[in-house]
């Protein structure tokens, strides 16, 4: 069934948990929040796949965007209390990859405005979405009453750089140049 009433009242719970907390309470809010960059980057994979846009020499985006969203289910997982976590490995990986991007596009020396193409336009939607997913996880590790790995909280940091990469990426490889904005 895709109701079950347990929520009408406004409440929810977590994996391991049965009491019930409130639908509105920041741990909600964050695991909410990941469950939305997750649902957009599945657009955002379409729309990758449809390009067949690739990083550097034969790296298909569809496929990192994938590996992003399962590993998205492992922080959400982790946030609502099992035990699993984002490890150094994973980190790592992402990593590598914002670095070779950052290989081949020019160096970064101002703010861009968003745009460009379709591709690179949800990226850029795709990497605030996930500063916000972010903003919420910090929130409710802040509050200690759960706690995250270094490693998790350290991969939501750096995915907004990933997918910033992306964006650009997909401008540069489309021969649209980034254009600063001009504060006047």
Do not use: W
Request: glycine letters at 4%; one cysteine or more.
């Amino acid at each position: 069934m895709l109701y079950t009433r347990k929520g009408d009242n406004g409440t929810t719970k977590t994996f391991g948990c049965d009491q019930r907390i409130s639908k509105s309470s920041k741990i909600t809010e964050a695991l909410g929040a990941l469950d939305e960059i997750n649902s957009f980057l599945g657009l955002c994979k379409v729309k990758a796949k449809e390009k067949k846009f690739f990083i550097l020499k034969n790296i298909y985006v569809d496929e990192l965007i994938h590996n992003i969203q399962k590993n998205l289910f492992i922080v959400q997982a982790e946030l609502a209390g099992a035990s699993m976590y984002i490890d150094e490995e994973k980190l790592k990986e992402i990593e590598i990859i914002i670095d070779s991007i950052e290989k081949e596009l020019p160096p970064i020396k101002t703010f861009f405005i968003s745009g460009g193409t379709e591709l690179a336009s949800v990226l850029d939607i795709a990497r605030t979405i996930s500063r916000r997913a972010e903003r919420r996880v910090v929130s409710v590790v802040e509050e200690e009453k759960v706690s995250i790995n270094k490693f998790t909280l350290a991969y939501l940091n750096r995915l907004s750089s990933l997918l910033y990469a992306f964006a650009r990426s997909a401008n540069y490889k489309s021969g649209i140049a980034e254009e600063s904005p001009n504060y006047k």
